[in-house]
C-alpha cells in the first residue's frame, strides 16, 4: 500500500471559512479515509493512493507570497543545519560507523544534544524531505543515546541529554523525545518507506510504541544513582509521564500531550494497541481543557494528571508557564488541524491568543503566571512561533496577527538559536501547511 494523506484545498480568504465550519474536515477514518465538506459541499472517499493534499497556508493568507514562504523555509533550514558553527547551527556531522553516517542537534546555550532535539530534527527533516539528515540523527541517537541493557531503568529508551561526545549526562528519558522519535519513524516509512537495520523504521517505531506503553517496570544504576523507573504512559490514565521514574512517575507535562501523534500511532502501529491509543488522544485533549486557565488560557510547564499545577521540588517556577509550556497552544491546534476531533481546541486558541493581545503584540513577554502575571523573560522567538501556530485553530478577526508576527522575526541566530530554532521552523512550517501527515495504515485484518 503506497502513503498517503488527507488534504484541503483552501484558498486564502477562505481561512476563516476553514476554521468556522465551512470546509470543516468532519472525519478521518482508519484506513481510507472520508472528508465530508459542510455547506453542501459533495462528499469525496480518498483512497490508500491518493498524495495530493493542501494544508492551510496561513502566512499567504497573511501576505507572503507563496515564493517567498518557501524561500524563508530553505532558508531557516539552510542555516540551522548547514550555517556557520559559531553563530548558526545547531546540526553537526559526526564521524561514521557500521550504519553509516552520524549527525547530532546541539543545545548550544546548554552545551548537550538532547532527545528533544534530536527528534525534533528528525520531524524536521522527514517534513522537508531530507533523508541523509534524518537517518544521519537516528544513527547518532541509537547510537549513543538508546539503551539496550536489561537491567537499566531506561531500557528501551533514550537518555534525554548527553555530551556531543556521546557521554550521558543524565541516562533517564524525556518521554516528548520518545513521542516525536515514535511519529517521526512512522513517516519516515509513509514517505521513504523502510530499509534494513535501524532504518527499517516502522520496526523501529514499533519496537519503541510497545515500549512506552509495556515496558517493565525495572530498578537498576545510572551515573545519577539507582532508580527505579516504569513505562512512559500510564496504564489506567492513559496519560504521558513527565518521568519514568517512579518517584514522579504520576506527573506530567502538558506539552508532552501530543494527541494528534496518538491518532498516527493508532493507525500505523501494531492493531492490537489501536483502541488504546485512540483513548489516549480523547484522554489528551480532554486534559488541554482541565489544564489551561480559564481566562487566559495559559498552561503551566509540569502538572498533576487532573490538569492541575505541579511545582516540582527542584523547580519551583514549573507551576507556572514557561518554556515547555509555550509548546501546548501548537499540540493541540496541529491536533485540530490535522483530526478536527475536538472544537474545543478554537476556543482555546482563541483565549490563549485573546491573552496575548491583551497584553500587547509588541508588549507580550514569555514567562507568566497561569492566571496572567509577567514573571519576564522578554519576548522571545519561540514564543512567538508558538503562539501562530495557535492561529492554525483560532477563528477570531485578528489571529493572522501571530502569522505576522512570526513572519517578521529574523532567523535565530547566536546563544539561543537551539531551542528558539527548532520552535521557529515549526512554526514555519505549521503555518505554511507544510507539517504534515505521512500515513500508511496498517491493515487491520
Known amino acids: 500500500m503506497k502513503p498517503f494523506s488527507i488534504e484541503l484545498s483552501v484558498k486564502p480568504h477562505l481561512i476563516r471559512g476553514f476554521f468556522t465550519g465551512a470546509g470543516k474536515l468532519r472525519q478521518i477514518c482508519l484506513g481510507l479515509s472520508v472528508v465530508c465538506l459542510a455547506a453542501g459541499c459533495q462528499s469525496m472517499t480518498l483512497s490508500p493512493n491518493t498524495t495530493s493534499k493542501t494544508y492551510p497556508n496561513l502566512l499567504v493568507a497573511a501576505g507572503a507570497t507563496s515564493e517567498q514562504v518557501n524561500k524563508r523555509i530553505d532558508d531557516t ?3 540551522l543545519f548547514y550555517g556557520d558553527a559559531k553563530n548558526q547551527a545547531v546540526y553537526f556531522a559526526a564521524t561514521k560507523n557500521a550504519a553509516g553516517p552520524l549527525a547530532y542537534i546541539m543545545d548550544i546555550n546548554s552545551n548537550d544534544v538532547r532527545s528533544e ?3 525534533y530534527g528528525m520531524m524536521i527533516a522527514v517534513q522537508l524531505n531530507k533523508k541523509a539528515e534524518f537517518d544521519a540523527l537516528w544513527n547518532w541517537a541509537k547510537t549513543y543515546m538508546y539503551h539496550t541493557q536489561a537491567s537499566h531503568p531506561a531500557k528501551g529508551f533514550f537518555s534525554w541529554s548527553m555530551k556531543p561526545d556521546g557521554t550521558p549526562l543524565d541516562e533517564m528519558p524525556a518521554p516528548d523525545g520518545e513521542e516525536y ?3 517521526a519513524l512512522y513517516f519516515a516509512s509513509a514517505r521513504w518507506g523502510n530499509g534494513e537495520g535501524i532504518y527499517a523504521y516502522s520496526n523501529e517505531a514499533d519496537q519503541l510504541l510497545m515500549n512506552v506503553r509495556h515496558r517493565e517496570t525495572i530498578t537498576g544504576p545510572t551515573i545519577r544513582g539507582v532508580v527505579t523507573a516504569a ?37 500505523m502501529g501494531p492493531v492490537s494497541e489501536r483502541d488504546y491509543w485512540i483513548e489516549a488522544a480523547r484522554t489528551s ?3 488541554f481543557i482541565k489544564a489551561a486557565h480559564p481566562k487566559t488560557g495559559l498552561t503551566p510547564d509540569y502538572g498533576n494528571f487532573d490538569g492541575s499545577a505541579w511545582a516540582a521540588p527542584w523547580n519551583a517556577g514549573s507551576a507556572d508557564f514557561r518554556y515547555d509550556a509555550w509548546r501546548t497552544a501548537m499540540n493541540w491546534s496541529m491536533d485540530w488541524v490535522w483530526w478536527q476531533a475536538d472544537p474545543r481546541q478554537v476556543e482555546l486558541s482563541n483565549r490563549l491568543q485573546t491573552f496575548f493581545l491583551q497584553q500587547g503584540m509588541e508588549k507580550y513577554e514569555s514567562l507568566y503566571s497561569l492566571d496572567g502575571k509577567k514573571i519576564g523573560g522578554g519576548q522571545t522567538t519561540g514564543i512567538v512561533a508558538m503562539n501562530a501556530t495557535a492561529s492554525l485553530a483560532a477563528n477570531h478577526p485578528q489571529r493572522l496577527e501571530f502569522v505576522k508576527a512570526l513572519w517578521n522575526k529574523p532567523i535565530p541566530a547566536g546563544k539561543y538559536r537551539y531551542y528558539d530554532g527548532m520552535l521557529y521552523m515549526f512554526g514555519l512550517l505549521h503555518t505554511s501547511g507544510n507539517y504534515r501527515l505521512w500515513l500508511k495504515p496498517r491493515n487491520s485484518n
Open 285 to 287: 485533549r480532554d486534559y
Open 181 to 183: 522519535f515514535i511519529t
Open 77 to 79: 533550514f539552510q542555516q
Open 117 to 119: 532535539g534530536m527528534s
Open 231 to 267: 513505562n512512559l504512559f500510564d496504564e489506567q490514565a492513559h496519560i504521558v509521564r513527565f518521568t519514568p521514574d517512579i518517584k514522579n512517575a504520576a506527573r506530567t507535562d502538558a506539552s508532552y500531550h501530543l494527541p494528534a501523534f496518538y491518532e498516527v500511532w493508532a493507525r
